[in-house]
Structure formats: structure tokens, C-alpha cells
């Protein structure tokens, strides 16, 4: 299985800028996945985009995809305090002949959202 | 309603001991998994079940033993546990046997913690 290594380890910002996260992969995958963690709570899944996408909107969340360049960045646009949690990119494998994949998460990006 | 409820939420424990973690799930999903997050976030899949049936097995140390009574539950037993168990498991689920295409559904955690 492989890992999403995240980047930046951790990022500050104040509330109303906008927070990119980066995410890289090292195999050919078929879609890829982010995801959030509040402090000491579950993962909570924000988007998936497919090998064959390039870019994907889910209300401030803006995702893309370089296959070519195995990576990734989620943008956060107009942040709020509340979104100060980790993230997460789970790269879904392609599994070709195997039978069963499998998600595996890197060690996130900490944002914190100062009000 | 709670989708992915674990118990219980915190475990303190000495070494050598032996304790299990519960997790049931209502959202009629197929498969489970047990995931556990290391001190430095790092988030790494342990074993998978579908329809009961044991379909990922990471490199774990045989003391950790799952059991799936029904596609619903996904218990965790671990036996002697040592300080290097200390850690955060999260049971997950997802609809359909490839986890790497669908979207997990997260617990709350369970932090065991080992003396």
C-alpha cells in the first residue's frame, strides 16, 4: 500500500485567507481522497477525485489532481476558525489484478485558523 | 444516531494485560476496518473484514486478534499488551470491498493507553 505524504507539516493562517495543502503519492492510483480530523475526533471524508479528474469544487473546498506529477492540493478558500483541524490525502491504489485495495494516511497537515 | 460507534473511548491499562475494543456500525455497510494512529498522527489500516470475512491483515503482532461476529460489528482483542500499543485505534467502514474507491466512514477513537 502507499501513503499520501502531506505538506506542509503544519500551517497557521488568519481567518478569511485561504489555506492549500499539497499531497504526493509515489504509485498509479485510481482516485484519491481527503479528509479532515478534528482535535480528538474521527476522520471525516471531504472529497474524492478520480485518476481521470482534474479539478473538483465541493462548496469552499477546491481539489486537484496531477497524475503526471503524482499530486494533489486541496485549497480552502475564505477560511473560518472552524476549520482549523488536520487533513489528510488517502491515495486509493490501483489495484490492477489485486483483489482487495486499501486507504492509507500520511501524518496530515495541522491548519490553524486564527480568528 | 451515531453511524460508527466505538467503546470504549478511553483505556488505561497495565502491561500484559488484555482488552478489547468494540465497534458497531448502522449503516449497512459491507466492510470494516480497524486503523491505528501513532503519538505522531500517522494513521496506518490494521485489518479489514468483508461480509465477516477477513480480507486485509497488515503486519500486526499476532497478540492483536479481530473478531467480525456480523458485518455490523468489528471487535478488536489485543492480549499482552505492551507500551508500544499506546495509540488511538479508529474503527471505519465502507460500502463495497474496496475500500480505496469508496468513502470510510470514521469513529469517535478509542485511546488506549498503557502503563
Known amino acids: 500500500s502507499q501513503q499520501g505524504e502531506e505538506d506542509p507539516q503544519a500551517l497557521s493562517i488568519q481567518e478569511g485567507e485561504n489555506a492549500t495543502m499539497n499531497c504526493s503519492y509515489k504509485?498509479?492510483?485510481?482516485?484519491l481522497q481527503w479528509y479532515r480530523q478534528n482535535s480528538g475526533r474521527g476522520l471525516v471524508h471531504l472529497i474524492l477525485i478520480r485518476s481521470n479528474e482534474r479539478e473538483k469544487h465541493s462548496g469552499r473546498l477546491r481539489v486537484t489532481l496531477d497524475t503526471s506529477k503524482k499530486s494533489s492540493s486541496l485549497l480552502i478558500t475564505a477560511s473560518r476558525a472552524a476549520d482549523t483541524a488536520s487533513y489528510f490525502c488517502?491515495?486509493?491504489?490501483?489495484?490492477?489484478?489485486?483483489?482487495?485495495?486499501?486507504?492509507?494516511f500520511g501524518q496530515g497537515t495541522i491548519l490553524t485558523v486564527h480568528p | 444516531d451515531t453511524a460508527v460507534s466505538q467503546t470504549p473511548k478511553y483505556l488505561v491499562t497495565q502491561m500484559g494485560n488484555d482488552k478489547s475494543i468494540k465497534c458497531e456500525q448502522n449503516?449497512?455497510?459491507?466492510?470494516m476496518y480497524w486503523y491505528k494512529q501513532d503519538s505522531k498522527k500517522f494513521l496506518k489500516i490494521m485489518f479489514s473484514y468483508n461480509n465477516k470475512e477477513l480480507i486485509i491483515n497488515e503486519t500486526v503482532p499476532n497478540r492483536f486478534s479481530p473478531k467480525s461476529p456480523d458485518k455490523a460489528h468489528l471487535n478488536l482483542h489485543i492480549n499482552s499488551l505492551e507500551l508500544g500499543d499506546s495509540a488511538v485505534y479508529f474503527c471505519a467502514s465502507s460500502q463495497g470491498e474496496r475500500g480505496y474507491e469508496a468513502e470510510l466512514f470514521f469513529g469517535e477513537g478509542s485511546r488506549l493507553t498503557v502503563l
Open positions: 449503516l449497512g455497510h459491507d466492510t
Open positions: 488517502a491515495p486509493g491504489p490501483y489495484a490492477g489484478g489485486t483483489s482487495y485495495g486499501k486507504l492509507t
Open positions: 504509485t498509479s492510483i485510481n482516485n
